[in-house]
């Protein structure tokens, strides 16, 4: 059962306002060590279902944002940061974030991550180009949603913009930038901008010999 945790986790590190209504929600079978939270808002929420988070920054500014992490994960030094209201990080059960990863969430929008996904270091994830460009008076480049599906690898020091969808079972090449959607499950997909290098690929965490 999940239950509603204040200050019980060694070293979790809480400027979060319970009586602004946030609400944080943790499993007795996670462990949490030298993580913060930095918090400005109201009626923000964060739940950590059996998981391991080392080192991880989460900051919200704005309410109403929405962070959840299923069980099985593994998080090392990565960021989550949102901005505005009503955003939401959703990642699902056993996946692995490393060192130097940013996920940013902003313009009321969604980063959702397929169980048993892999992200290596220095990964960057953004639904906004973080400032905004206007054409007579209208904002032309809007806030837009990621999907990355189950099983999938993201190599070290990818840029994933946003708008853009990875189907399960894919891998990112590393130093890739992304910026579209793919529809292709099992491939390989790589470069500046990132395409399709090959097909019918299968990967795994563990040598199969």
């Not at 992490?69 to 974030?97: E, P």
Request: include cysteine.
């Amino acid at each position: 059962m999940l239950h509603l945790l204040k200050n019980t986790i060694e070293n979790f590190v809480f400027s979060f306002k319970f009586s602004r209504k946030n609400k944080i929600l943790v499993t007795k079978k996670s462990n949490i060590r030298r993580s913060k939270i930095g918090n400005c808002g109201t009626k923000n929420y964060i739940e950590i279902e059996n998981s391991n988070l080392v080192g991880v920054s989460i900051s919200f500014v704005g309410s109403g944002n929405k962070l959840i992490i299923r069980g099985g994960g593994q998080f090392n030094g990565c960021n989550f940061a949102f901005r505005g209201d009503n955003n939401q990080i959703v990642i699902d059960s056993d996946c692995l974030i490393e060192h130097g990863c940013e996920l940013f969430v902003s313009g009321g929008k969604t980063i959702n991550i397929g169980k048993n996904t892999l992200i290596a270091k220095n990964c960057s994830i953004f639904t906004s180009d973080l400032h905004f460009i206007y054409l007579k008076g209208k904002q032309i480049n809007l806030e837009k949603n990621i999907y990355i599906g189950e099983h999938c690898w993201i190599c070290q020091n990818c840029t994933i913009l946003k708008g853009t969808i990875i189907p399960d079972n894919n891998i990112v090449a590393s130093n890739s930038l992304v910026l579209k959607n793919f529809s292709l499950e099992n491939t390989l997909i790589g470069g500046l901008p990132a395409k399709v290098l090959k097909t019918n690929i299968e990967w795994s965490r563990y040598n199969k010999k």
